[in-house]
């Protein structure tokens, strides 16, 4: 007879490498948002199929979550709020950029506000610029990130774009379709060009991504949750009766039971019943323990990566007003960031358009300084700003009376606590401009005697003869 061959022994080693396979296996089932990350020498970037799942998932959740939604609305509230303004000290290029930013086919006013909405849930915008080589004028689309296939750059440098690959639009169009990224350098009023901006992109990254990318698991757990909840509360209300009573037959107890199915005692009904006929009522014992905390938990760690208070997500808390107050200060420099970057993107453009413009228009200025004007983030700061201006000049004024300070050192101070960032010297020398003119503009002609006067042709003096 045969021996039988012992099973293998299982050292602890063995169980250790066993258990982590274990779990590894687990975590990257768990979640769809549990990415592998490409890791060579060339870039840090995702893959691109767990790029297109985070995008495919942030668009979902977007248009499915309500939290998600507010999200990425609130950042436009605040980056974009009431609009955008683009102001210039030139006439004509004013005129032109009023009718680039108010034509028909850009309508820039609102297009803003999608523009932000696409940074914030993409994480990248990219916007193809095309001109009519006739007049100049320009016109602002959008191409969706989740189409782009590739962007191609420069061996030694990601940040110098020269392609961007779009995917093939179906069978018929196997080849992608390349867009020249836009190079200032080589510009031209034919070809239509591609502007990418991104934003949460790592130090050597090309892509960006979307601000909604690590709360897409904690936003799909929370819409769980409160699924699961709205369940568990309408089934603990369900209830039905129960009737005990000693039938002769079967058939007895059916025709029973189909006469109450067909009448079912209303509410509030009174209900008499024979004494061997016992009611009862049968619900479901579902309990739910800690729910509210859970779901706290849960919405925790949707602000935390929001970078928001829960408040803005409608969840008061316990909080007072101070502390909902100070919670701000940090949401606050946040968006303040992003409006820097949305209005530097702004800023971008209108230098394309003015420089493209400029080539059939020469009453158009390219250089021209730009200004946008963007909404206040916070009128809180203006007013904490403004007290604290108004507190320091007294003092201010004091020392320079003193001179233990001089001009420069008095507005330097002085609009450094009104929280605006000027260069001294060019407002001294423009203001001592000024002030020089007035005094040109308000000093008195030379009084003269009639005797003084140039005698008039003919000799003649002005208002009488000789």
Same mark, same amino acid.
């Given at each position: ?62 248009? !499915? ?20 303004? $683009? ?6 290029? !004013? ?64 940040? !110098?774009?020269?392609?961007?690959? *779009? ?149 008061? *808390? ?34 394309? $358009? ?5 080539? $059939? ?60 960032? $000027? ?28 005797? *003084?006067?140039?005698? *008039?042709?003919?000799? !003649? ?6």
């Amino acid at each position: 007879m045969a021996k039988k061959s012992a099973a293998p022994k299982i050292t602890k080693a063995m169980q250790i490498e066993i258990d982590r396979r274990v779990q590894l296996a687990v975590a990257a089932l768990d979640d769809s948002t549990d990415i592998l990350w490409r890791i060579d020498r060339d870039t840090r970037d995702r893959y691109d199929s767990d790029r297109e799942t985070i995008l495919r998932d942030a668009l979902i959740a977007w248009r !499915q979550n309500p939290l998600a939604r507010r999200i990425v609305s609130l950042t436009t509230d605040y980056v974009v709020g009431t609009g955008l303004r $683009v102001e210039c000290k030139d006439d004509a290029t !004013q005129r032109f950029i009023n009718e680039f930013w108010d034509h028909y086919l850009n309508q820039m006013s609102t297009r803003c506000a999608d523009l932000c909405d696409e940074l914030t849930r993409a994480g990248e915008i990219y916007i193809v610029l095309s001109t009519e080589p006739a007049s100049g004028l320009s016109f602002i689309r959008a191409l969706p990130a989740i189409n782009v296939q590739e962007i191609v750059t420069t061996a030694n440098d990601v940040e !110098q774009e020269i392609e961007i690959l *779009e995917k093939p639009a179906g069978i018929d169009t196997p080849d992608p379709t390349r867009w020249a990224a836009y190079n200032p350098l080589n510009d031209n009023l034919v070809s239509p060009v591609v502007f990418h901006f991104a934003v949460n992109r790592p130090v050597g990254d090309v892509r960006g991504e979307s601000d909604l990318a690590p709360m897409l698991r904690w936003l799909s757990r929370y819409g769980t949750w409160l699924e699961d909840r709205a369940r568990l509360n309408h089934f603990r209300n369900l209830f039905m009766f129960q009737v005990q009573k000693a039938f002769d037959s079967e058939a007895k107890r059916k025709a029973r039971e189909q006469q109450l199915n067909a009448n079912p005692p209303a509410p509030g009904s009174i209900l008499v019943t024979d004494p061997d006929e016992i009611w009862s009522v049968l619900q479901a014992k579902l309990e739910s323990h800690e729910a509210s905390e859970d779901g706290l938990a849960l919405k925790k760690m949707i602000a935390a990566g929001a970078g928001i208070p829960l408040h803005f997500l409608a969840e008061p *808390e316990s909080a007072t007003r101070t502390t909902a107050t100070e919670s701000g200060g940090p949401t606050f420099r946040h968006y303040e960031r992003r409006q820097q970057k949305f209005v530097a993107i702004v800023t971008l453009i209108m230098r394309a $358009v003015l420089s493209r413009r400029a080539r $059939v228009d020469h009453s158009i200025d390219p250089h021209v300084e730009i200004v946008i004007r963007a909404p206040e983030i916070s009128t809180r700061d203006n007013v904490s700003l403004a007290q604290a201006g108004s507190n320091i000049m007294s003092m201010l004024i004091q020392l320079h009376g003193q001179g233990v300070i001089d001009d420069s050192e008095l507005l330097r101070l002085a609009y450094k606590f009104v929280g605006e960032v $000027v260069d001294v010297t060019q407002l001294i020398a423009a203001a001592r401009a000024a002030g020089a003119r007035t005094h040109d503009n308000q000093q008195p002609a030379p009084h003269t005697t009639p005797d *003084e006067r140039q005698p *008039e042709p003919n000799g !003649q003096r002005a208002g009488g003869s000789i």
